[in-house]
């Protein structure tokens, strides 16, 4: 049983910089893989990235790969998304879930999610 809560979300400019966090109860955090989701307005909930449960390996939407960053503190009961270099078409609505699968990107597979937090990048 995993509750999440996102955080960090907010209105910043384009080429600006956020960093998500998201904060999960639960004693078998380290048993779970976590994943960033996000999902704009008419759109499909679509893929950021995610992380294994130890943290050793990552996977990158093709969209995001090499402006954002996914880990994970495990002795926190965190994971954590750094965002830079954002575009508009960032925009979105950013959750997180957790996972018993080792690795998956299909959001069906995904056990537990957050509430989301809004990003906002203008142009």
């Given amino acids: 049983q995993v509750q999440l809560v996102e955080s960090g979300g907010g209105l910043v400019q384009a080429g600006d910089s956020l960093r998500l966090s998201c904060a999960a109860s639960g004693r078998a955090f380290s048993s779970y893989s976590m994943a960033w989701f996000r ?3 008419g ?3 679509e893929f950021v ?3 294994t449960n130890r943290g050793g390996s990552t996977t990158y939407a093709d969209s995001v790969k090499g402006r954002f960053t996914i ?3 495990n002795a ?3 994971v954590s998304l750094q965002m830079n270099s954002l575009k ?3 925009t979105a609505v950013y959750y997180c879930a957790a996972t ?3 690795w998956t990107i299909l959001s069906r597979q995904y056990d537990y999610w957050g509430q989301g937090t809004q990003v906002t990048v203008s142009a």
């Fill in 43 to 45: 759109k499909e909930r």
């Fill in 71 to 73: 880990s994970r503190d």
């Fill in 76 to 78: 926190k009961n965190t």
């Fill in 39 to 41: 999902q704009a307005p």
């Fill in 100 to 102: 018993s699968y080792w």
């Fill in 49 to 51: 990235a995610t992380i």
């Fill in 88 to 90: 508009p078409e960032d």
